[in-house]
């Protein structure tokens, strides 16, 4: 089944305490990326990839670190996370041909307390 | 700068109704157009993507079309139930390098039995 999935699904954790949300696809896309959803401000990226090794900011790159150094891979990484990166946390990937269909994540609650 | 609007931004109709949401963008550069559902608390489920050069798409009870001259999209739900209760979510896919996605912020939509 073709499908984005991300790990964990819920995560509570402390301030500056490092953290990583896994991403993995398994539709040979090119393209992923990370989006966070607030209420109010609703999606906004993050990062994006086009390709392995080929990664750059989106609207909101602030705190954030991502890596993609395998296709179906895209991990998020927070170093010292704060408050204001409670959030859900959607990872998405598409082909880059054509106008292709992005496929979602079942997302990622975070809160830092 | 694109943006994304939906109206209206909630709904509440009784079972078997018809019913028309609406999706506005400012920027006709677009590859694509998706419409999504969000259960509460859920990830993003793709309902329907129309590119930029088709007028329509259709799946099941769902019809979604795109005017993308005047920068609009509806999605029709034909024959509503209870289950079709969730927030939909337009999404513009922008003509440039990053392949971001704009979304609106939804339509909460009440389906009552």
């Known amino acids: 089944e073709a499908q984005v999935t991300q790990n964990p699904r819920y995560l509570i954790t402390v301030t500056g305490k490092k953290l990583t949300v896994t991403c993995s696809q398994n539709?040979?896309?090119?393209?992923m990326s990370w989006y966070r959803q607030d209420p109010g401000l609703g999606l906004r990226q993050i990062y994006y990839?086009?390709?392995?090794?080929?990664?750059d900011k989106g609207d909101v790159p602030e705190g954030y670190k991502v890596s993609r150094k395998e296709k179906r891979n895209f991990p998020l990484i927070l170093e010292s996370p704060s408050p204001n990166q409670t959030s859900l946390y959607f990872c998405a990937s598409s082909l880059l041909q054509g106008a292709p269909e992005a496929f979602f994540g079942q997302g990622t609650r975070l809160t830092v307390v | 700068k694109q943006e994304v609007t939906q109206i209206p931004a909630a709904l509440s109709v009784p079972e078997g109704e018809n019913l028309v949401l609406n999706c506005s963008f400012t920027d006709s550069a677009i590859y694509n157009l998706q419409w999504f559902r969000q259960d509460p608390g859920k990830g993003l489920t793709s309902l329907l993507l129309i590119q930029s050069s088709q007028r329509e798409q259709t799946s099941g009870r769902l019809n979604a079309s795109l005017d993308k001259s005047s920068g609009r999209s509806t999605l029709y739900i034909a024959a509503s139930q209870p289950g079709d209760s969730a927030t939909y979510l337009c999404a513009v896919s922008l003509m440039d390098s990053s392949y971001k996605l704009i979304f609106g912020s939804g339509t909460r939509l009440l389906v009552r039995p």
């Open positions: 539709m040979n896309h090119e393209y």
């Open positions: 990839s086009m390709n392995v090794e080929v990664t």
